[in-house]
């Protein structure tokens, strides 16, 4: 069982940063390859950023890439999603998610909010 908090999450003017961490459970959070996904409201939850359990891979969403890096600690435990440049389309719940084989686990999520 792994359990994921996600934090970080805020409101910022069109342009800022924030920085979202996913501090997860368990001592295998290593074998786990993880992503962070949005909603915003009304619309369906999407895809954002994903990294391999090695770190040595990641992908983006088109409509984030240049302006979003997804990186991991093993260490602490902790994948965090660096969100610069951020635009009022950005405006989401932020989750965070955990996917190892048939174990599918999510955080709770994380308000961003973006002003124009």
């Known amino acids: 069982q792994v359990q994921l908090v996600e934090s970080g999450g805020g409101s910022v003017q069109a342009g800022g940063s924030l920085r979202l961490s996913c501090a997860a459970s368990g001592r295998t959070f290593y074998k786990y390859a993880m992503g962070w996904f949005r909603q915003a409201p009304g619309k369906e939850r999407e895809f954002v950023a994903a990294?391999?359990?090695?770190?040595?891979?990641?992908y983006y969403t088109d409509s984030v890439k240049g302006r979003f890096t997804i990186s991991r600690d093993v260490a602490k435990n902790t994948v965090y999603l660096q969100m610069n440049g951020l635009k009022p389309e950005d405006t989401a719940i932020y989750y965070c998610?955990?996917?190892?084989?048939?174990?599918?686990?999510w955080g709770q999520g994380t308000q961003v909010t973006v002003s124009s």
């Open positions: 990294i391999r359990r090695s770190g040595g891979s990641t």
């Open positions: 998610r955990a996917v190892r084989f048939d174990q599918d686990f």
